[in-house]
């Protein structure tokens, strides 16, 4: 069965460096996301990225963050200055897009890489 | 902006029937979704409503009233590996690649 595959698992950095979590998505899909989660919250979007461009992000998206497809397989999430208050558990999800006959658009994501900042 | 209420723990025994309630207030509702987390996992997809009605699917069905803003999850002959987290997640209209999710329901399951 396709999956989503993130990398890292499990991340360990310092306050102010910067990080990137890598994300290969399921390969027809053609819509990509990023979400956290902070122990024991909520799923919250980060940001919806379609035909190499951001079509949404949220609040929390800030300047810190980017994105980018660098390749036809690889999408990826970098925090460039990192604070302790990103710590959490980062998903990398992939959908084919709404479906046209019943309107759902499914989401399928990956294990998750967490990141601890210290 | 949006908001969504979901009961934070459940719990029931094995065999049972549960239902999990969502409320939700978002401007421009397109669909309700549920996904399903366990403990360290991702969450998996599960159901979508965009229509009033109950949607079937195996053991599990949900179901959308849009005039009352709720929607609910049931779980029918519950199994010990139904134990998980469930949230319910709200799309909008012309944005439904952007999704809002409740805080979660923690449904234990007992012998």
């Known amino acids: 069965e396709p999956e989503v595959t993130q990398t890292p698992s499990h991340q360990v950095t310092q306050m102010g460096q910067e990080v990137i979590l890598r994300c290969v998505p399921i390969?027809?899909?053609?819509?990509f996301y990023w979400y956290r989660q902070i122990l024991g919250q909520k799923v919250e979007f980060l940001v919806s990225?379609?035909?190499?461009?951001?079509?949404?992000k949220s609040e929390i998206f800030d300047d810190q963050f980017s994105v980018e497809r660098p390749d036809g397989s690889n999408f990826t999430l970098k925090i460039r200055s990192t604070k302790l208050e990103d710590s959490a558990m980062y998903f990398c999800?992939?959908?084919?897009?709404?479906?046209?006959?019943?309107?759902?658009?499914?989401?399928?994501f990956g294990a998750g890489s967490r990141l601890t900042v210290l | 902006g949006q908001s969504l209420e979901q009961p934070s723990e459940v719990t029931a025994v094995e065999g049972a029937i549960v239902q999990i309630n969502c409320t939700y207030q978002t401007s421009g509702f397109y669909g309700l979704s549920w996904y399903q987390q366990h403990d360290g996992g991702a969450p998996t997809f599960l159901s979508y409503n965009a229509l009033d009605g109950l949607e079937e699917t195996g053991r599990f069905s949900s179901f959308l009233s849009r005039s009352d803003s709720y929607g609910y999850l049931l779980l029918q002959e519950l199994q010990m590996k139904d134990s998980a987290s469930y949230f319910c997640?709200?799309?909008?209209?012309?944005?439904?690649?952007?999704?809002?999710f409740g805080s979660g329901t923690k449904l234990n399951v007992k012998p």
């Open positions: 999800a992939s959908s084919e897009g709404q479906n046209s006959l019943s309107g759902a658009n499914v989401l399928t």
């Open positions: 390969s027809n899909h053609l819509y």
């Open positions: 990225f379609y035909n190499n461009e951001i079509s949404e």
């Open positions: 997640a709200v799309s909008q209209q012309g944005n439904f690649n952007k999704f809002y």
